[in-house]
């Protein structure tokens, strides 16, 4: 009886949905305050029932209700309880109910957080979301309904993929999830925006900690995502270009160039029709990433039983939501016009910049990752597009872009002479022109063009983003502290300074090697000398497994001892590989077994990784920027903000 | 320069940027497309000779074999119409075994063996790359219009 509970309350949260998406709107439209009124109550109430619905299903999970059909397929009596939770959405409904979820948790957040916008305004917005919700539900209740019951209930389940067996799986998908759903936010005002036909700076300064926010879980939750499939299933890569992390990464080019825009439209006035695009596109990103992932039209590790009748559905959703928006937009956007130009070294041009080559970015992927699609829609051949052309194309945009954020920086709203901004960047220039130049060489012997380019690029961005916080700290200057956002803006940039090294060194100085070994055998690797000591079995909670034994040694003495193991999950019977790894900020030794080869000998994979935690640490770093800029106070005042109308006094603001 | 020069000159390097990198992205993905093909089609030589490619198809059973204490080792790929056989040398992926599907990326030699660079099973037992799913059908459907005639 419980799950139909689960079943009824997605029901009537529909309805409510209905009620968001359409009185609202039409109360904005047409000046009645009442039916404007209804969008927060019906937000609630939303969230109330899916939450419940979400709360069901756990319990089911947790209580083994094998009787509903989707934890039967997801889930096992002797599952441990913290992967029975997980469970929840370890397929295709259950992830589907937690994308409604989170939804409807941004909607009630923002329905809270709007109460000092104007009312006609935050109706709209809720309204939007409301359309949003409204479409996701429909899609869950008639395709992917996750209470089904089974006819004749079986004793045990058939257990959560031992892949997602893992607790960075566990939290993976809410924290990408937030971000993928959050940019609705930014999306909904910018819908808002075009149906009033009317744009003001204070409608950035309202989008921006909204978008900065979804843009922090994103980066967060697809640098988890890339950490698990390094330690996983990836045999020590860390980025595949999948399709399904292209899906991912996608949106985050997208809102990264959002947030830069905005920051503009804020400021000084200007990209507004640009700045509602890029939301509308980012948002759309979302969802187009739902139908490649949900459709099963992709190859990859994480599409799931694929079901055309789906596939229709969300591209149909994809059509409405994005398609309605664009037609929105190019029937109001002309009203969204400039107040202003601006001057050639200016805040303005670096950030148009910005845009640009993040723009550039995300065809590039967006080309490779469809275009296999088309192609075999087109039924010329089945294709497939290779890393090497993501990884020599993304650099073509990513090169100048890394080297103009230094400069970007520190460029001031409304222009200033080059001769300053050039003057003001010789410093951390130089520094890393020089450090960037003798370190690979100081530490590793060698260098090629590529890998000094890279280090140079990093260093610099991390010398020019820091160089004037740390001035101003040996000063003591305490006469102008630099604001929240603006040490989120320099902490964000430090991040992306530490990926890019991360990337170069791990990289460019990774030794990878498959070897055959027996127990005994020792060989070197970068410096230490590791030993092969010997396998034994080892029984899990819910598998078996033969667990190797290496020692790690440096000059004679024992590092650590490390202990890769095959497992063998016991209800689907499908083997596992469990790294054995070493890290260490600035290393990581990894050593995975492979199989059996006959007369003792087992094939093994060694590797070692200079620099790549740096990779993972940076998105870090970059998402805790986002945490602090998305908390500057300054969003938070209900009083508008003097804006930039002349030069000199607001040089200091951030970007 | 007048602001309005300055714009052109911005829009203008712009421009020049955007065709820049595209025309590089047109040339990167052509020279990085990797075609599929099915051991029926290797078979009758529509695959490329010296260029990478994706094969795909079931690992026939019992066609594994090893050099016994290396990492070299070859098995048979079909599409059960016709069959390929191809070496490897390497750490297999956890759910390469026979009787599965698979997808080796890799080069055909002029006898006919395909050298593997690299070998994809896909982690989930009941899974089938939809590419070798798709092959097999189609070898099936003209194995049976050959009969049929």
């Not at chain 1, 039209?297 to 149909?316: E, K, T």
């Not at chain 1, 202003?340 to 910049?353: A, D, T, W």
């Not at chain 1, 396998?535 to 490390?562: C, K, S």
């Not at chain 1, 006959?598 to 970059?622: E, T, Y």
Request: proline share 5%.
């Amino acid at each position: 009886m419980i799950p139909e509970l689960g079943q009824f309350a997605l029901g009537l949260a529909l309805c409510l949905a209905l009620v968001q998406a359409t009185l609202p709107i039409a109360g904005a439209a047409t000046g009645r305050r009442d039916w404007m009124a209804l969008a927060r109550p019906a937000a609630v109430g939303q969230f109330v029932f899916v939450a419940l619905a979400f709360l069901v299903l756990a319990n089911a999970f947790l209580n083994d209700d094998f009787s509903v059909l989707y934890v039967a397929y997801n889930s096992n009596s002797s599952l441990p309880a913290f992967y029975k939770f997980a469970a929840v959405w370890g397929g295709h409904e259950g992830s589907l109910l937690l994308w409604v979820t989170i939804l409807a948790t941004w909607t009630l957040i923002v329905s809270v957080g709007s109460r000092s916008l104007p009312e006609e305004f935050s109706a709209r917005v809720l309204g939007v979301l409301g359309i949003v919700s409204f479409g996701l539900l429909l899609f869950t209740l008639l395709t992917s309904n996750p209470f089904d019951r089974l006819l004749t209930p079986i004793v045990d389940g058939n257990d959560l993929n031992p892949l997602l067996q893992d607790p960075a799986m566990v939290i993976h998908p809410p924290i990408l999830y937030a971000g993928y759903v959050g940019l609705s936010v930014p999306f909904a005002f910018a819908v808002a925006a075009l149906l009033s036909g009317q744009l003001s700076q204070d409608w950035a300064r309202w989008t921006r900690p909204w978008t900065v926010s979804a843009w922090m879980f994103l980066t967060v939750g697809i640098a988890l995502g890339s950490w698990w499939a390094y330690y996983e299933l990836g045999w020590g890569g860390w980025w595949f270009w999948d399709p399904v992390e292209n899906a991912s990464f996608m949106p985050w080019l997208a809102s990264t160039a959002l947030i830069h825009s905005l920051a503009v439209t804020e400021r000084r006035g200007l990209f507004k029709s640009w700045t509602i695009l890029l939301a509308i596109i980012a948002f759309s990103l979302s969802l187009l990433g739902t139908f490649l992932v949900r459709s099963g039209v992709m190859i990859s590790v994480h599409s799931f039983a694929s079901d055309p009748a789906r596939g229709v559905f969300i591209l149909l959703l994809l059509t409405l939501v994005s398609g309605g928006a664009f037609t929105l937009y190019a029937v109001r956007a002309k009203h969204m016009v400039a107040d202003g130009g601006f001057k050639l070294v200016s805040r303005e041009s670096f950030l148009l910049l910005n845009n640009m080559l993040l723009i550039v970015a995300l065809v590039v992927v967006l080309y490779g990752t469809l275009s296999p699609l088309f192609i075999d829609a087109l039924g010329l051949g089945k294709i497939s597009v290779g890393p090497p052309y993501f990884n020599s194309m993304f650099l073509v945009p990513m090169l100048p872009l890394v080297l103009l954020m230094g400069a970007g920086m520190h460029a001031t709203w409304l222009g200033m002479s080059g001769e300053t901004l050039a003057r003001k960047l010789a410093i951390p220039a130089v520094g890393a022109l020089v450090l960037g130049l003798l370190l690979p060489w100081v530490i590793f012997g060698s260098a090629g063009v590529l890998t000094v380019v890279g280090v140079v690029a990093g260093l610099w961005i991390i010398a020019a983003s820091l160089f004037d916080p740390v001035r101003r700290l040996i000063r003591r200057d305490a006469a102008r502290p630099l604001t929240r956002a603006q040490w989120g803006m320099t902490l964000a940039h430090v991040g992306i300074g530490m990926f890019v090294l991360g990337v170069t060194v791990s990289s460019s100085y990774s030794i990878e090697t498959d070897r055959a070994a027996v127990p005994g055998d020792r060989w070197e690797l970068a410096g230490y000398e590791i030993v092969f000591r010997g396998l034994r079995d080892v029984q899990g909670v819910n598998y078996a497994a033969i667990e190797g034994e290496f020692e790690l040694r440096r000059d004679g003495t024992l590092v650590t001892v490390l202990t890769p193991q095959n497992r063998v999950y016991r209800v689907q019977s499908s083997p596992m590989t469990e790294a054995g790894i070493d890290a260490r900020w600035y290393r990581d030794i990894f050593i995975a077994l492979g199989q059996p080869l006959g007369d003792g000998v087992w094939s093994l994979r060694v590797q070692f990784k200079p620099l790549i935690r740096f990779i993972w640490f940076g998105a870090l770093v970059m998402a805790f920027g986002g945490l602090l800029a998305a908390t500057d106070p300054r969003y938070r005042s209900k009083r508008a903000e003097s804006r930039v109308s002349s030069g000199g006094a607001v040089s200091a603001e951030t970007g | 320069m007048t602001p309005r020069r300055q714009r052109m000159l911005l829009i203008g390097l712009v421009v020049a940027g955007v065709a820049l990198s595209a025309a590089l992205a047109l040339r990167a993905f052509q020279e990085n497309l990797l075609f599929f093909f099915s051991p029926t089609q290797v078979v009758a030589g529509e695959a490329p000779d010296a260029r990478l490619f994706r094969l795909g198809g079931m690992v026939v059973e019992d066609s594994v074999s090893r050099d016994p204490g290396s990492l070299t080792m070859s098995f048979v790929v079909t599409d059960y119409a016709h069959s390929v056989p191809v070496s490897y040398t390497g750490v297999l992926p956890d759910l390469f075994g026979e009787g599965q599907g698979v997808v080796a990326h890799g080069r055909l030699t002029p006898d006919g063996n395909f050298i593997a660079e690299e070998v994809l099973a896909k982690h989930d037992e009941n899974y089938m790359p939809p590419e070798v799913a798709d092959a097999i059908a189609q070898a099936q459907a003209q194995a049976q219009e050959n009969t049929a005639e």
